[in-house]
C-alpha cells in the first residue's frame, strides 16, 4: 500500500593498511542485498574513488556531494564496514552531506578460517570506532541486532527492515501537517496538547472552526456530484440497511467538504470534534467519514486527539495498513494481562471481522438516536498488534509516549461500538505507568509488528521520551 520505493545512500568505509579488496566486495554485497530487498540505492562507484569507497577526506567531499544533490530521496543512510574503514572519513561525510536522516552502521564478520594478513577485516573493531566518530559529531545512528552481521544474510534482511521502518516513521513525521477539525470537547482535558511543542519537532496543527466545515456542509445541495460521489462511496463501504437516507446524505456532505478542506490545506492527518455539536446541529455522528479516511491511510482521530492521531500515523507508517485509535476502556474478567479495547465506533474497516453502520448508543440518550446515526459498529478481529501513545509534557516542555505491542484475541464479548480484547504482557505494570505518569486513555493501534522501530525513531531520531513496555 506503499507507493514510494525507498532509497539509501551507502557508505562503504576503507582503511588502506587492511585489505582494500574487501572495499570492493562489500561494497557490493551491500549494494546486491539493498537491491534484492526492494531499495534503491546512491553509491559513489570505482570512478569516483577507489573501489567506490570513502577512505580520505576527498573521499568524504565526493559523498556528500552525491548524497546533497540525491538530498530530496534519500530516506537513510547505510555505512557498511567490510574491512576496518576510516572513522574519520565516514564521520565526515556524513556531517559535509547536511542530510538529516536515520544512519544504519553494519559491519560484515571474519571467517576465523581465513584470517591471514590478506583476508582479515577487523570489522568488528572498526564499528566501535565508527560509533565512537558519529557521537563526537553528535550524528545518531541505528545499530544492526549482532554486532557483525554479513549483508547478504537472513539477519541483515530482519535489520534492513527495522531500519526501513524506522525512517518511515522519522521522515514521515518532519513536516507532519494535522487538521484539527473543531474544538476539543469543553469536558474532555485529557486531549490537551502544545501546538508549540509540536512545531518544534516539525508538525504542524492546521485548525479549523467547526462553523465554518457546518457552513460549507450548508451551501451544498443534495444532488451535487461531490455529494452523490461520496454517498456512493459510503454505500460501498459498510452495510447501511438501517439508515435512513437522510442521515446519509449528511454524512455525504460533511465527507466532502472534509475532503475538500484536508486538501486546501494540505493536512495529511486529522482530528475531529465528534461531539456534540455535529449531532446537535447537523445531525449525525462523523464516525463513519472518520473510520474511512483512516481505511485510505488518512488516519482521523476523535475528539480532536491530535496526539492520538500522531501515533495512528506513526503505526501507519510502519506497516502500511490502517491504524485505529481505542480507548484503555474495560477489564476483562480476572485476567490480569487482558483488557477490552474499545471506541464508539470509527475504527477502520480493517480491523473488524464485519462491521455496519448503525446509531452511537453512548450518546443517543443525549441527543435523540435519529442525530447520532454513522457509527461503524464490530467486533475488532484477531491477530499480532502494536500500540503507541504519544503525549505533550508542556510542564517538562517535551513529547514522551510509550510503546509495545501485543495481540487482539477472540475471547468471546457482549457489547456495542467497536470493541476487542488485547493480550498484552504485564498488562498491570503498563497500565501503572500509564497512570502513574499521567498518560492519556486514548491509544493507537495497529496490526503490525512495529514497536522497536517505532521506539528506534522516536528516542534516537526526534528526541523523544519513550517507555518500551516488553
Known amino acids: 500500500m506503499r507507493d514510494k520505493r525507498m532509497k539509501f545512500g551507502i557508505i562503504a568505509g576503507n582503511r588502506g593498511f587492511f585489505p582494500d ?160 477539525i473543531g474544538a476539543r470537547p469543553a469536558n474532555f482535558n485529557t486531549v490537551r496538547f502544545s501546538e508549540k511543542l509540536l512545531e518544534g519537532y516539525g508538525i504542524s496543527v492546521e485548525p479549523v472552526d467547526l462553523s465554518e466545515i457546518m457552513g460549507r456542509i450548508a451551501r451544498l445541495g443534495d444532488d451535487e456530484p461531490c455529494v452523490t460521489g461520496k454517498l456512493e462511496q459510503i454505500r460501498r463501504y459498510v452495510s447501511t440497511d438501517s439508515v435512513p437516507k437522510q442521515a446519509l446524505i449528511k454524512m455525504a456532505k ?40 483512516s481505511e485510505s491511510l488518512i488516519p482521523s482521530a476523535c475528539e480532536v486527539d491530535v496526539c492520538g492521531v500522531i501515533g495512528m500515523h506513526s503505526l501507519q507508517l510502519v506497516s502500511g495498513t490502517p491504524s485505529a485509535l481505542l480507548d484503555w476502556n474495560n477489564n476483562y474478567g480476572a485476567d490480569p494481562n487482558k483488557a477490552v479495547c474499545f471506541h464508539c465506533s470509527n475504527l477502520p474497516k480493517h480491523f473488524f471481522k464485519q462491521a455496519r453502520m448503525d446509531y452511537q448508543e453512548i450518546i ?50 457482549d457489547t456495542f461500538g467497536g470493541a476487542g480484547v488485547v493480550e498484552i504482557p504485564r498488562l498491570q505494570q503498563l497500565l501503572h505507568y500509564i497512570c ?7 491509544v493507537a493501534a495497529n496490526f503490525t509488528t512495529a514497536a522497536s522501530a517505532i521506539h528506534e525513531a522516536a528516542t534516537k531520531y526526534l528526541g523523544w521520551e519513550m517507555y518500551y513496555h516488553q
Open 21 to 180: 579488496h574487501l572495499a570492493k566486495s562489500g561494497r557490493e554485497d551491500m549494494i546486491r542485498a539493498l537491491e534484492k530487498a526492494g531499495f534503491d540505492v546512491v553509491v559513489l562507484g570505482p570512478e569516483d574513488t577507489k573501489y567506490g569507497a570513502v577512505e580520505t577526506h576527498d573521499d568524504a567531499k565526493r559523498c556528500a556531494e552525491l548524497f546533497r544533490k540525491n538530498a530530496a530521496d534519500i530516506d537513510g543512510v547505510i555505512v557498511t564496514l567490510p574491512n576496518f574503514g576510516d572513522e574519520r572519513a565516514v564521520a565526515d561525510t556524513l556531517r559535509l552531506s547536511r542530510l538529516n536522516v536515520p544512519v544504519l552502521v553494519q559491519a560484515t564478520p571474519d571467517d576465523p578460517r581465513n584470517m591471514t594478513i590478506a583476508a582479515r577485516r577487523d570489522s568488528f573493531c572498526g564499528k566501535m570506532s565508527v560509533c565512537n566518530n558519529l557521537k563526537q559529531y553528535g550524528i545518531p545512528y541505528s545499530l544492526t541486532k549482532l554486532h557483525t552481521v554479513h549483508p547478504g544474510s537472513d539477519e541483515f534482511r530482519a535489520d534492513l527492515e527495522k531500519f526501513a521502518a524506522t525512517c518511515r516513521v522519522v521522515n514521515g513525521m518532519r513536516g507532519l501537517r494535522i487538521g484539527a
Open 254 to 293: 460533511l465527507g466532502s467538504v472534509i475532503d475538500e478542506w484536508m486538501q486546501q490545506v494540505d493536512a495529511k492527518i486529522s482530528a475531529v470534534q465528534c461531539w456534540t455539536s455535529l449531532e446537535e446541529f447537523l445531525g449525525v455522528v462523523p464516525c463513519t467519514i472518520m473510520s474511512m479516511m
Open 364 to 413: 443517543a440518550g443525549t441527543v435523540g438516536k435519529e442525530n447520532t446515526y454513522g457509527t461503524c459498529v464490530g467486533r475488532v478481529k484477531a491477530g499480532a498488534m502494536s500500540y503507541v501513545r504519544f503525549s505533550t509534557d508542556d510542564r517538562a516542555g517535551k513529547v514522551r509516549g510509550y510503546v509495545g505491542e501485543g495481540r487482539f484475541t477472540d475471547d468471546s464479548l
Open 436 to 442: 502513574e505518569n499521567g498518560f492519556e486513555h486514548h
